[in-house]
């Protein structure tokens, strides 16, 4: 019932800053939790950012803190993950996920319904 587009994907040297976009079709942004996640080759899916949307609550992975920024336009069905001093461990591709309610365990790829296809991000040193 719901899909999800990320874009803004792209090569950046380290130091800058890129915006991902996730805009979803099929209903309205207000009544879902929306979450960034990213992965890299050989390693498993990881928690980079959550928005829930009652309350406007937000939570980010120790890395991400105080660099990356979640934010939502719900009037253009869109998330957007703002990446600041973006580092070469940055690099991966990034997915926005979904779902109704993720509950206490928001970090966990489990507890999102929703998927998008992913966008790339390189950091170069």
């Known amino acids: 019932q719901v899909q999800l587009v990320e874009s803004g994907g792209g090569l950046v040297q380290a130091g800058g800053s890129l915006r991902l976009s996730c805009t979803a079709s099929?209903?309205?942004?207000?009544?879902?939790?929306m979450g960034w996640f990213r992965q890299t080759a050989g390693k498993d899916r990881e928690f980079v950012a959550v928005l829930r949307q009652i309350g406007g609550v937000t939570a980010y992975a120790d890395d991400a803190k105080g660099r990356f920024t979640i934010s939502r336009d719900n009037a253009q069905k869109t998330v957007f993950l703002q990446m600041n001093s973006l580092k070469p461990e940055d690099t991966a591709d990034y997915y926005c996920?979904?779902?109704?309610?993720?509950?206490?365990?928001?970090?966990?790829?489990?507890?999102?319904?929703?998927w998008g296809q992913g966008t790339q991000v390189t950091v170069s040193s």
């Open positions: 099929g209903r309205t942004l207000s009544g879902l939790d």
């Open positions: 996920a979904a779902d109704l309610a993720v509950g206490g365990d928001y970090s966990s790829p489990a507890r999102y319904h929703y």
